[in-house]
């Protein structure tokens, strides 16, 4: 069906997606900003390519949009148990990261996880711990992690490395 979209938002809709399109969960987030963007007039390949996503991605997430709401958009927590053990971790983790960049070590995957032995008492391998502090937007040097340009590999964000890579 080409034209245009017949997603339609109220103000208060508005307003909810605006919130969410600030939400520190860059799914929801972008979600949320595709569905503003729809309703401002961009096209489903517009869309597709500034997120990067399919253009049938677009179009599934304007119809759960336009059936559920602004609901729809947010990510649900999977069933099961709760993560207990790398919310423990991810605590840890912030609390030593959190010194300033001059005072601390530099801080690789395998001596994060040992302190983390050490503080806490619990075990986490450096591979779930890469998993956990990349889903949090973080790193183990502490940086906050984002998406090169061109790439889908998380890296550092320096504008030098970023130019270069890209």
């Known amino acids: 069906m080409a034209g245009k979209s017949p997603v339609v938002a109220d ?3 508005r307003r909810a997606l605006a919130g969410l399109a600030r939400s520190r969960d860059r799914s929801d987030a972008d979600r949320a900003r595709a569905i503003l963007l729809t309703l401002s007039g961009w096209t489903s390949p517009d869309i ?3 997120f990067r996503v399919r253009e049938d991605t677009v179009r ?3 119809g759960a949009f336009m059936q559920d709401g602004v609901e729809a958009l947010r990510t649900r927590v999977p069933p099961g148990p709760a993560p207990v053990k790398a919310e423990r971790a991810l605590e840890v983790a912030e609390e030593v990261l959190a010194a300033p960049v001059a005072d601390r070590p530099n801080w690789t995957l395998p001596r994060l996880a ?3 032995e050490r503080r806490a008492g619990l075990r986490i391998s450096r591979s779930r711990l890469s998993v956990v502090l990349r ?3 973080r790193s183990a040097g502490g940086a906050l992690v984002t998406r090169c340009e ?3 590999t998380p890296m550092r964000w320096t504008a030098p490395a970023c130019v270069e890579g890209c």
């Open 11 to 13: 103000d208060d809709q």
């Open 48 to 50: 597709a390519q500034a």
């Open 60 to 62: 599934l997430w304007r």
């Open 114 to 116: 040992e302190e983390i």
């Open 135 to 137: 889903q949090r937007g």
């Open 150 to 152: 061109v790439g889908r």
